[in-house]
Nanobody
Framework: VQLQASGGGLVQAGGSLRLSCEAS????????MGWFRQAPGKEREFVGA????????RYADAVKGRFTISRDKAKNTMYLQMNSLKAEDTAVYYC?????????????????WGQGTQVTVSS
């Protein structure tokens, strides 16, 4: 399973950024997809996830209402639209894939990881 994340960068607080995660075709069609983040000195934490159809999503409380996950089947790509960014959103963001909805949010059980992309929010 190959995942390629991109789109990170430096943004001011209150701004927006969109991350992308491109997956292999089979993975994208059948796996749950998710985003995690890891801030310096902290453990990796769940951000949100989406089902293969895109019909269901769920989010961590810290990002609910500000972040939106979507997926484009034609491009085999998942997105994380981040709005109203805060300094505490600064982290390396990772995309993930897993065949099960119950485990896509569990760091220790995620099937596959993409490389991280750095998001820095300046206050």
């Amino acid at each position: 399973v190959q995942l390629q994340a991109s789109g990170g960068g430096l943004v001011q607080a209150g701004g927006s950024l969109r991350l992308s995660c491109e997956a292999s075709g089979r993975t994208f069609r059948t796996f749950m997809m998710g985003w995690f983040r890891q801030a310096p000195g902290k453990e990796r934490e769940f951000v949100g996830a989406i089902t293969p159809s895109g019909g269901s999503t769920r989010y961590a409380d810290a990002v609910k209402g500000r972040f939106t996950i979507s997926r484009d089947k034609a491009k085999n790509t998942m997105y994380l639209q981040m709005n109203s960014l805060k300094a505490e959103d600064t982290a390396v963001y990772y995309c993930a894939a897993d065949p099960r909805w119950v485990t896509i949010s569990v760091v220790s059980q995620v099937h596959s990881w993409g490389q991280g992309t750095q998001v820095t929010v300046s206050s």
